[in-house]
């Protein structure tokens, strides 16, 4: 009797512990089942708020609808980028170490042109007669790595896929400008698959470009999956920011029209400045990454606010999605935040932030700006040029300093701080000590001069 209570026991638990098991498979396939319904909400909303739904299919209807939503536009962006990557017959993904650690080929050739066919739209197939010996008689294969630089990415509407033209152009690694790029993705939302379609043409605008509304029969094979990615402010952040380096050393003319107006015109005064700028940073440039971001959401727009490791600032204002304005910095043009500190601050304290526009000015090289608010008398005694400057800072100061504030002293309206200069990357221990000497003028205006302590 007492081993007979003892099983039932032992049954009951069993049936408890499967009881759990089965409700937490339950929880967990309901979260996994409200998370895929948040993202294809999210991606219906977005359609919805930003009109990528918004063209009923009609046969006859061959207008173009610029996409603006964000998961859309990404989406297109990483379809692009798989083909590029597809097609670089160089791929690590075709390549490996032997027992010898020498690199060979691990997948053929004939492998790697399946893979290229197997991208491409039954149209493009069928009017170009490719085949899988011949793909790269109508595809550019390349032997690099490169990225897709996304400019402008419409939409024309089918009842089974729909057809995306991205115009943009393609950099490499080091993000020199290797060509332009007008191409068609299309995309069926059923089975989450594309297809490519090459157009061998530049055009002035996207508007010339002709396209029939017909639908794309795509079926699934293992390199046509493409997935709706939701955008957090963190990628929409770095996004903006990576984009806009590859825009300023890929077409320099191009990342000079993203700048504010009154911006460029106070920072660099003319695209040659900013050419020279570009040219003489480049390498900075190319290895800045975000060490941290802010986003400011105001009435007119949103403001994404970078900053990389050396805590040089670069800002995107969002007027509309995917339409911005840029600053590299945040002294050119002073905020109303400032301005309010600057003038609720004391003398001293207005000293300190003018130091402190200086210093970001030198770091930054902007030897342009920072070579204005010299006084005239101290340029014409060492300085007769800002050429002069440029290589007296280049000789005598850190690349990228901190600053320490020590000794402050008044006479009359001229204002000394003793300042110490350490390095801010951390690669130097060295300490350079000098004096300030300046002149406060009428709103946030000044002038001064520098010179080592005694």
């Known amino acids: ?54 063209v009923d299919y009609n046969a006859e209807n061959a207008d173009l609808e610029e996409v603006a939503g964000n998961i859309t536009f990404f989406s297109i962006k990483n379809c692009i980028q798989t083909y590029l990557d597809i097609t670089n017959v160089k791929s690590s993904a075709y390549y490996g170490k032997d027992e010898n650690e020498n690199y060979t080929q691990i997948i053929s050739d004939n492998e790697i042109k399946q893979k290229v066919y197997n991208l491409l739209s039954n149209k493009y197939i069928t009017e170009n007669k490719i085949n899988i010996e011949n793909v790269f008689n109508y595809i550019d294969e390349s032997t690099e790595k490169l990225l897709f630089v996304p400019l402008k990415i419409s939409v024309l509407r089918g009842q089974k896929s729909n057809k995306y033209v991205a115009y943009g152009f393609v950099v490499d690694l080091d993000y020199y400008k290797k060509k ?71 077409e320099p003319k191009l990342a000079y029209e993203y700048l504010n107006e009154e911006y460029k015109n106070k920072r660099f005064g003319s695209y ?21 971001y802010t986003v400011n959401n105001k009435g007119e727009g949103t403001e994404y606010v970078c900053l990389d490791s050396k805590e040089n600032y670069c800002l995107f204002r969002e007027k509309n999605l995917r339409e911005y304005e840029v600053f590299l910095d945040t002294y050119t043009i002073e905020s109303d935040k400032f301005i309010t500190a600057y003038n609720e601050g004391n003398n001293q304290r207005k000293v300190q932030l003018n130091i ?32 002069d400057f440029k290589r007296y800072v280049q000789n005598n100061f850190l690349e990228y300093s901190n600053v320490e504030y020590e000794k402050y002293t008044e006479e009359g309206d001229i204002y000394i701080y003793q300042i110490v200069l350490s390095d801010k990357t951390s690669k130097s221990d060295k300490k350079i000590r000098i004096n300030i000497i300046m002149k406060l003028k009428d709103g946030t205006d000044f002038v001064m001069s520098f010179g080592g302590t005694n």
Do not use: H, P, W
């Open 180 to 250: 332009d790029m007008y191409i068609i993705v299309n995309q069926d939302e059923s089975n989450k698959t594309f297809s490519i379609e090459l157009i061998n043409k530049n055009y002035s605008n996207m508007n010339e470009i002709s396209i029939q509304n017909e639908d794309e029969e795509i079926k699934v094979n293992e390199c046509n999956k493409y997935q709706n990615v939701q955008i957090s402010d963190a990628s929409l952040a770095q996004e903006y920011f990576n984009n806009y380096k590859r825009i300023m050393l890929g």
């Open 272 to 292: 040659e400045e900013f050419e020279k700028y570009v040219n003489n940073n480049r390498e900075e440039i190319r290895i800045a990454g975000i060490n941290k």
């Open 356 to 387: 402190d526009k200086f210093i970001k000015m030198i770091n930054n090289k902007d030897y342009r700006n920072a070579y204005k608010v010299l006084d005239d008398n101290f340029k014409s005694n060492y300085f007769k040029t800002e050429e």
């Open 1 to 54: 009797m007492e081993g007979f209570k003892q099983g039932n026991i032992i049954l009951k638990s069993i049936i408890v512990v499967i009881i759990i098991i089965a409700l937490i498979c339950v929880i967990i396939g309901t979260m996994k089942f409200a998370e895929q319904k948040n993202q294809e909400q999210a991606l219906i909303n977005e359609e919805k708020e930003y009109g990528d739904n918004s």
